[in-house]
T-cell receptor
Framework: DAKTTQPPSMDCAEGRAANLPCNHS???????VYWYRQIHSQGPQYIIH?????ETNEMASLIITEDRKSSTLILPHATLRDTAVYYC?????????????????WGLGTSLAVNP | KAGVTQTPRYLIKTRGQQVTLSCSPI?????VSWYQQTPGQGLQFLFE???????NKGNFPGRFSGRQFSNSRSEMNVSTLELGDSALYLC????????????FGPGTRLTVT
């Protein structure tokens, strides 16, 4: 089962910041939060990930609360091409007979519509 | 650098048949994961391979199997197809030590009639 909850849909005006929330209240101390997005008819695209600290790259910023129970993905200046489904994912680490066992547990994501 | 490629892109099969899908990872990536995506269930993890060994497996029946070759290319096979197997099958590759940072192919759209 997914360890994250996200709103099913959001709207954002072109040029404005898009703030996508994610709740992961059961996250464990060593589990990373990943964000991906999937544009219609394409495979998912990696955006950013983090553990405790806020992170920023050329695509987005990731803000993780101090208790790590929630995070927000920020697209600073949304464009029409940012219209996609955004997935907040917890990477679950463990071990099995094959060694390190790391899985991404996907939820249903947030469908972001950027409007002109 | 070329991205992840999957073949075929589209496939139509009938119930009871079997199907093999192929995935070529990004050059240098040795980890390949497979996912099934359906509208109601989202992305469901099938399995992951690294250096020709299955390292991880999701909760799918034994009809779903896979393998990885020495050049890191991977195939997945579904035997005795059912209508519910209709889905987009996605392949993703990654560096071993960046397991969460996966690069996805465009997927194979399988329709079972």
């Amino acid at each position: 089962d997914a360890k994250t909850t996200q709103p099913p849909s959001m709207d954002c005006a072109e040029g404005r910041a898009a703030n996508l929330p994610c709740n992961h209240s059961t996250i464990s101390g060593n589990e990373y939060v990943y964000w991906y997005r999937q544009i219609h008819s394409q495979g998912p695209q990696y955006i950013i990930h983090g553990l405790k600290n806020n992170e920023t790259n050329e695509m987005a910023s990731l803000i993780i609360t101090e208790d790590r129970k929630s995070s927000t993905l920020i697209l600073p200046h949304a464009t029409l091409r940012d219209t996609a489904v955004y997935y907040c994912i917890v990477r679950v680490d463990g071990r099995n007979n094959a060694g390190n066992n790391r899985k991404l547990i996907w939820g249903l994501g947030t469908s972001l519509a950027v409007n002109p | 650098k070329a991205g992840v490629t999957q073949t075929p892109r589209y496939l139509i099969k009938t119930r009871g048949q079997q199907v093999t899908l192929s995935c070529s990872p990004i050059s240098g990536h040795r980890s390949v994961s497979w996912y099934q995506q359906t509208p109601g269930q989202g992305l469901q993890f099938l399995f992951e391979y690294f250096s020709e060994t299955q390292r991880n497996k999701g909760n799918f029946p034994g009809r779903f199997s896979g393998r990885q070759f020495s050049n890191s290319r991977s195939e997945m096979n579904v035997s005795t197809l059912e209508l519910g197997d209709s889905a987009l099958y996605l392949c993703a590759s990654s560096f071993r030590d960046r397991a969460g940072e996966q690069y996805f192919g465009p997927g194979t759209r399988l329709t079972v009639t």
